[in-house]
């Protein structure tokens, strides 16, 4: 499979006025065309600090990228020029976040925010015409009657009837809403889409329709996508791989089958197993992880899970584990040889 997205060592960190907070630590990952990789994680993983650093969107003069590498197809994130960065945004990657409300503007109606999108897409993409993924890559500002019709086309491809665009987010349910921000997302056909908790906000069935829409549009367009939740309900029923995040590491990472058979996992995704009902047990009690996160301000020298580990052994205190892999299976605890 082709290589979309290559992160390597990527560190970062949040600089506060008393600490340095060490979000992301060492991360290596790889998202291939067209899959779709579950980014799985407890509240404080560094999951969103991730998808923020390939955007190339950390909050200014408080986060900071202090070390790695992040290739978006031929595009060195970290060092690309900020026209550069415009252009990626959006027509070559693009973020949906968990709360629709905050991502759409309440005094635009839903399809003069879509046609914005277009409109700073195709001025932008004026004279690339390499790629012909859509018509403001054609080298030419699109029109406004393009603009109109592509709001209409997008509008549908997401289940919402194009004759409601001139109104506004607040006439609209969370399900809804959550759409057309899919739909801005979508609007540039982005290579790679980044979908930070999308359905965390939504009531579980309409969870459920938002889920199925975008894994169809995955198919139709073709767009890869990391998908940030702590849902590995939705993570099974969704991803193709699935990568397992501790104090800003990747610790596990696999093939669905690989992290859901149940075996050979870390200890971690062990815990994060443990602390969800299993239908087919007659057990009462879960068996939630003991203890908290480690305090990103002072991570532990050795294995990050260490204080948490019923495994865990003198070295584990001491040496940080390496990663090994097994096939397309890999595990960063120094239980895998
Ligand atoms: Fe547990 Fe040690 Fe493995 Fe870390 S390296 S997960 S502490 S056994």
Known sequence: MENLLKIRDLHVE?????????????????LYKGETLGLVGETGAGKTTTALSVMNLLPDRLGFITKGEIQLGDLDVLHASPSQLREMRGAEVSMIFQDPMTSLNPTLTIGEQIAEVLEIHAKEDKGDSASGRNPGKSGKSMRADQIGRRVDEILELVGLPPAR????????????????????ALACEPRLLLADE??????????AQVLE????LKEELGTAMLLITHDLGVVAETCDRVAIMYAGEIIEIGSVEDIFKGEGNHPYTEGL?????DMTKSERRLHPIDGLMP???QLPEGCPFAPRCGKAADQC???????????THMVKCHLWK
């Open 198 to 207: 999308p359905t965390t906000a939504l009531d579980v069935t309409i969870q």
């Open 213 to 216: 829409m975008m894994r169809r």
């Open 295 to 297: 305090d990103p301000t």
């Open 273 to 277: 197993f443990g602390s969800i009902p």
């Open 317 to 327: 205190r001491s040496r940080k584990p390496a990663e090994v892999l097994h096939g």
């Open 14 to 30: 949040y600089h506060t006025e008393d600490d340095v907070v060490r979000a992301v630590n060492g991360l290596n990952l790889d």
């Open 165 to 184: 665009k001139n109104e506004y987010p607040h006439q609209f349910s969370g399900g809804m809403k959550q759409r057309v921000v899919i739909a801005m």
